[in-house]
């Protein structure tokens, strides 16, 4: 399995995002996936998580109001449309692949990783 995560970069506080990360090698629809983020200095930090058939997403306190996580199975591909940045979102974005239809906020319970992509918010 190959995730190729895109679509950091640098923005201002208030400002929108839209990650995205294309999935290949193993049947998508058979994976939930997962968003976190690592600040420097910061453990990683799970952000929102949804199932294999999309039917169910949970979000962290952090980012809920704010982020929203959207998968099409069609493309192989799962979406993190960030809304309303503050600069304390600024952190390395991970995509995460979990061979489960189910969510797990436990970085260790995913079995595939994107590269990350830098996301900055300056204020």
């Known amino acids: 399995v190959q995730l190729q995560a895109s679509g950091g970069g640098m923005v201002q506080a208030g400002g929108s995002l839209r990650l995205s990360c294309a999935f290949s090698?193993?049947?998508?629809?058979?994976?939930?996936m997962g968003w976190f983020r690592q600040a420097p200095g910061k453990e990683r930090e799970f952000i929102v998580g949804?199932?294999?058939?999309?039917?169910?997403?949970y979000y962290a306190d952090s980012v809920e109001g704010r982020f929203t996580i959207a998968r099409d199975n069609a493309k192989n591909t799962a979406y993190l449309q960030m809304n309303s940045l503050k600069p304390e979102d600024t952190a390395v974005y991970y995509c995460a692949a979990r061979g489960s239809r189910w969510i797990s906020k436990s970085g260790d319970e995913y079995d595939y990783w994107g590269q990350g992509t830098q996301v900055t918010v300056s204020s």
């Open positions: 949804i199932t294999a058939n999309g039917g169910s997403i």
């Open positions: 090698g193993r049947t998508f629809s058979s994976y939930a």
